[in-house]
T-cell receptor, first 113, second 117 residues
Framework: AQSVTQLGSHVSVSEGALVLLRCNYS??????LFWYVQYPNQGLQLLLK??????LVKGINGFEAEFKKSETSFHLTKPSAHMSDAAEYFC???????????FGTGTKLQVIP | DADVTQTPRNRITKTGKRIMLECSQT?????MYWYRQDPGLGLRLIYY???????NKGEISDGYSVSRQAQAKFSLSLESAIPNQTALYFC????????????????FGPGTRLTVL
């Protein structure tokens, strides 16, 4: 069965510092990978996704993620954190077709002024 | 206007009561989902529907039922609410991106915060 693991339920960074949120998946076939963001009192919205092709994926608000098959990882990064990035981030995996999407447990990002 | 709407946004009820949460979408998607979110547990799938005639149980369907009244409407019911069903509930929709691009991006509603006393 597919699964996804997010390392660290809480991450704190200083404003202007690098953001790195970790996600690893388990799969025996090529997955589709997603990062979603949830701002307080809101639903989740898509940040970026990997389906096929280029392994470095750019998303909204300056975020990007790189699919590394050898490491079964899809870590989310942003070069410089902004206060508005404070939110909860969810990694997710699916295999398309009639397969469901499986979400990780989430990482709350705190940005310190 | 929002593409995926949920009603009510907040609900407080008592143990044993029947509760219905409603979801409507204007995205024209065939697929709809109900999730619950609990702190530290992420999102867990309750039920999903790939079209009007298709209903499937998710990983935590016990104590819940659903109805797909139309392509645009998908309701979640708690027949007899219990305190451990206190959670944030999300409806979501998705559509296939076509052959070779079946990425299944999900579009979420704003959530319903349910408290069972």
């Amino acid at each position: 069965a597919q699964s996804v693991t997010q390392l660290g339920s809480h991450v704190s960074v200083s404003e202007g510092a690098l953001v790195l949120l970790r996600c690893n998946y388990s799969s025996s076939v090529p997955p589709y990978l997603f990062w979603y963001v949830q701002y307080p009192n809101q639903g989740l919205q898509l940040l970026l996704k990997y389906t096929t092709g280029a392994t470095l994926v750019k998303g909204i608000n300056g975020f990007e993620a790189e699919f590394k098959k050898s490491e079964t990882s899809f870590h989310l990064t942003k070069p410089s954190a902004h206060m508005s990035d404070a939110a909860e981030y969810f990694c997710a995996v699916s295999f398309g077709g009639y397969q469901k999407v499986t979400f990780g447990t989430g990482t709350k990002l705190q940005v310190i002024p | 206007d929002a593409d995926v709407t949920q009603t009510p946004r907040n609900r407080i009820t008592k143990t044993g009561k029947r509760i219905m949460l409603e979801c409507s979408q204007t995205k024209g998607h065939d697929r709809m989902y109900w999730y619950r979110q609990d702190p530290g547990l992420g999102l867990r799938l309750i039920y999903y529907s790939f079209d009007v005639k298709d209903i499937n149980k998710g990983e935590i369907s016990d104590g819940y039922s659903v109805s797909r009244q139309a392509q645009a409407k998908f309701s979640l019911s708690l027949e007899s609410a219990i305190p451990n069903q206190t959670a944030l509930y999300f409806c979501a929709t998705s559509d296939l991106a076509g052959a070779g691009g079946q990425s299944d991006t999900q579009y979420f509603g704003p959530g319903t915060r349910l408290t069972v006393l």
